[in-house]
């Protein structure tokens, strides 16, 4: 039982280059995230899905793009990378089901993104 | 729009020592608090979560942490702190007024622990 998995762990990109990190969850979780860790900030919400097909954008979606095309798979893209993007990503899954509030949430092991 | 607050960046305590990692929120519905820990390059792991159950939640490895409603708080605790708690440790507040109910983290609190 995997969890969640993120492919790349790590990844330099130049200033204007393209990316994508892929997001895999094997529980049939319903909710799926895409967070950035940056030092003093926490984690804030980039973009989230509630299904199959959905996506919205959360607190700092700027810059980025997401597709949910299978219940598994959420994808975050970057179509041209800048330096304020130099982070971490997390990526979370959840159930999504009946009291939607307390379910907790499933984190990936993260993807060091490094943009020059 | 529900919100959390942790009082200190970085906390130092010695072995043995109390651990007191503070936590307070805003949230205009009974809230869904968490608070998760992360060791060194790693995910985000659970270490208790308030659901309007019992105020006072136990979590694994020792932790507790207590709801207090009239002061907006969720501090986190443990009576003897031990090397391996050196992480930093985030409280969330779960945002009910969106439709993914995603958390919304405090800016983390880093603990080091001291022998």
């Known amino acids: 039982n995997a969890g969640v998995t993120q492919t790349p762990k790590f990844r330099v990109l130049k200033t204007g280059q393209s990316m994508t990190l892929l997001c895999a969850q094997d529980m049939n979780h319903e909710y799926m995230y895409w967070y950035r860790q940056d030092p003093g900030m926490g984690l804030r919400l980039i973009h989230y899905s509630v299904g199959e097909g959905t996506t919205a954008k959360g607190e700092v979606p700027d810059g980025y793009n997401v597709s949910r095309l299978k219940k598994q798979n959420f994808l975050l893209g970057l179509e041209s990378a800048a330096p304020s993007q130099t982070s971490v990503y997390f990526c979370?899954?959840?159930?999504?089901?009946?009291?939607?509030?307390?379910?907790?949430?499933?984190f990936g092991a993260g993807s060091r993104l490094t943009v020059l | 729009a529900q919100s959390v607050t942790q009082l200190g960046s970085h906390v130092s305590v010695s072995e043995g020592a109390l651990v007191l990692l503070r936590c307070n929120y805003s949230s205009s519905v009974p809230p869904y608090l968490f608070w998760y820990v992360q060791y060194p390059n790693q995910g985000l792991q659970l270490l208790l979560k308030y659901t309007s159950a019992a105020t006072l939640v136990k979590g694994i490895n020792g932790f507790e942490a207590e709801f207090k409603k009239s002061e907006t708080s969720f501090h986190l605790t443990k009576p003897s702190a031990h090397m391996s708690d050196a992480a930093e440790y985030f409280c969330?507040?779960?945002?009910?007024?969106?439709?993914?109910?995603?958390?919304?983290f405090g800016k983390g609190t880093t603990l080091s622990v001291s022998s």
């Open positions: 969330a507040v779960s945002d009910q007024e969106e439709a993914g109910t995603a958390l919304i």
């Open positions: 979370a899954s959840t159930l999504g089901q009946g009291n939607s509030g307390a379910n907790v949430l499933t």
